[in-house]
């Protein structure tokens, strides 16, 4: 189930909010866990583990937060992070 951009989640019994800062996260989880061409030197990777831990532990930040934090940490991946500005429904007619 979806509101307001929310998806509502019940994943072995634990009832949980996947927002878009959580798939950012994940995203980095799985970044951090590619090999071969493109993947992330070792010294990122330590850095990477320890902003994760935190950011898996905290609640939701802004994007902007979260994008001054993997800049500060691992300035190779923050290059390959894209913000991208997605107008409101009602911005498009829509409501």
């Known amino acids: ?3 307001n951009g929310v998806v509502h989640a019940n994943l072995f019994g634990i009832k949980d909010w ?7 996260v994940l995203v980095l989880l799985n970044e951090m866990g ?8 070792l010294v ?3 850095k990477l583990n320890q902003l994760l831990l935190p950011l898996l532990q905290g609640p939701d930040i802004t994007l902007s937060k979260l994008y ?3 800049e500060e940490s691992c300035p190779q991946l923050a290059n390959s992070v894209q913000i ?6 009602h911005d498009l007619g829509l409501q």
């Open 44 to 46: 990122e990777r330590r």
């Open 18 to 24: 996947v927002t878009p800062y959580k798939i950012a």
């Open 84 to 89: 991208r500005s997605v107008p409101a429904p």
């Open 34 to 41: 590619r090999t071969g061409e493109g993947a992330v030197s």
């Open 68 to 70: 001054k934090l993997i």
């Open 1 to 3: 189930m979806m509101t």
